[in-house]
């Protein structure tokens, strides 16, 4: 099945037994390289199909998102002939990723164990809330990690409540983590023929994508807090007002704040002894914020956006999500792709060779089934002719 695909992982068969997020995220990026990735589904779908408004032509824009090039196959799990073609689509994949809570496939003959003591070239992945241990029994919701995690005593004003995230940014660090797990098994499998269980939980994700912030605590013994749009370390770094509005502005090092002050009018401004270094401006960031916000007023953004980045100092305007995907068009990004008229975001990974391909808009509920149920029957059929002692079921 799917010899007719492209991209560097061509032949590599992914049993996704995932929904919502973090998963089908994953399995997308494989799908854009090449694999061929059959969707297990339950009978009432991908819980994000009905994940709406918005929606396109009746079909939610969340689903949408996160399953390009994918074939769908329905199965009940609790129905014991489907479940037999769950195990021998585990029986012939090479890799099968699954987000069920820790424990509960092992009923359907599915858990690690059983299925790579059948197929033990599986790369096998698991993608948890919080871990297969002490919290095996709390369900994975981006929102709830965020809040466990810390990000949400990071994000937002210094004196106001906690805030989420835009988008759950955990889900999608972890369907990367995933992603990466499983190449990396893959290529310990081509040198070793034997397949592993890849693990993938959202906190440890979490935790590990806080980044400066984790280690502010792990390394430097200080509990990270909000501060709104500004930065712990690095002055400046955030919005400014300007005439009309606000623009990023961003002096990463000396010599780019040494820039923005000559373009702003200030160029005594780096000589000062509290603003010569990084951190003598972090330390006197209550000092300086009014100066450049003094100087920013007399022009627009856009105004200050062109001088500034003919200078070469980072900034950017607070786009819309239009307005950023209508920069990265204008940029030479394409970052639009179309398939059977169902437009996605195009995968984020360009390479020279093997360029991800855009084959198969993604699926309805069960599209796939007729051929895949008759694939499956034919694997059986083709088993038991090799082996006189296989089970008819």
């Known amino acids: 099945m799917g010899e007719g695909s492209t991209g560097p992982l061509r032949g590599v068969l992914v049993a996704d037994f995932s929904r919502i997020l973090a998963g089908p995220y994953a399995t997308m990026l494989l799908a854009d390289l090449g694999a061929d990735v059959v969707k297990v589904e339950a009978p009432g779908g991908d819980d994000t199909r009905t994940w709406q408004p918005p929606v396109r032509d009746g079909v939610s824009t969340y689903y949408l998102g996160v ?77 709830m990690v965020q809040a466990a995690s810390g990000l949400m005593s990071l994000t937002g004003a210094a004196d106001g409540p906690p805030y989420k995230a835009g988008v759950a940014v955990f889900d999608v660090i972890a369907g990367l983590h995933a992603a990466v797990g499983i190449l990396a098994a893959l290529h310990h499998r081509a040198a070793t023929g034997v397949g592993q269980h890849v693990e993938v939980d959202l906190l440890s994700s979490a935790l590990s994508g806080l980044v400066n912030h984790a280690s502010a605590h792990v390394a430097g013994g200080v509990v990270p807090h909000r ?45 000062d002894p509290r603003f010569r270094r990084n951190q003598d401006r972090t330390a006197h960031r209550d000092a300086l914020r009014p100066l450049l916000v003094a100087a920013l007023a007399g022009r627009t953004s856009a105004e200050w956006f062109g001088e500034l980045r003919a200078a070469g100092v980072p900034c950017s305007p607070i786009n819309t999500v239009a307005d950023g995907l209508a920069l990265a068009d204008g940029l030479g990004l394409d970052p639009v792709v179309t398939v059977d008229g169902v437009p996605g975001v195009r995968h984020p990974i360009g390479l020279s060779a093997t360029p991800p391909r855009y084959d198969l808009p993604p699926p309805g509920l069960d599209e796939h089934g007729a051929e895949l149920r008759a694939w499956l029957a034919e694997f059986d059929e083709l088993t038991r002719s090799d082996d006189p002692d296989h089970p008819t079921a």
């Not at 069920?100 to 993608?127: E, W």
């Not at 770094?237 to 090092?253: C, H, K, R, S």
Request: aromatic share 6%; glycine share 10%.
């Open 67 to 143: 399953n390009r090039n994918k074939r769908s196959l329905v199965l009940d799990l609790a129905d014991p002939g489907d479940a037999v073609l769950a195990r021998r689509l585990a029986a012939r994949a090479d890799v099968m990723i699954q987000n069920f809570r820790p424990g509960a496939l092992r009923r359907f003959g599915l858990d690690h164990d059983t299925v790579t003591a059948a197929n033990p070239r599986l790369v096998y992945a698991s993608i948890s809330g919080f871990g297969a241990t002490g919290g095996a029994d709390l369900p994975g919701y981006d929102l």
């Open 227 to 271: 501060m709104g749009n500004a930065h712990p370390s690095i002055v400046p770094y955030e919005p400014l007002p300007t005439a009309d509005g606000e623009l990023v502005v961003i002096a990463g090092n000396d010599g780019q704040f040494r820039t923005l002050c000559q373009v702003l009018g200030l160029p005594t401004l780096p000589d």
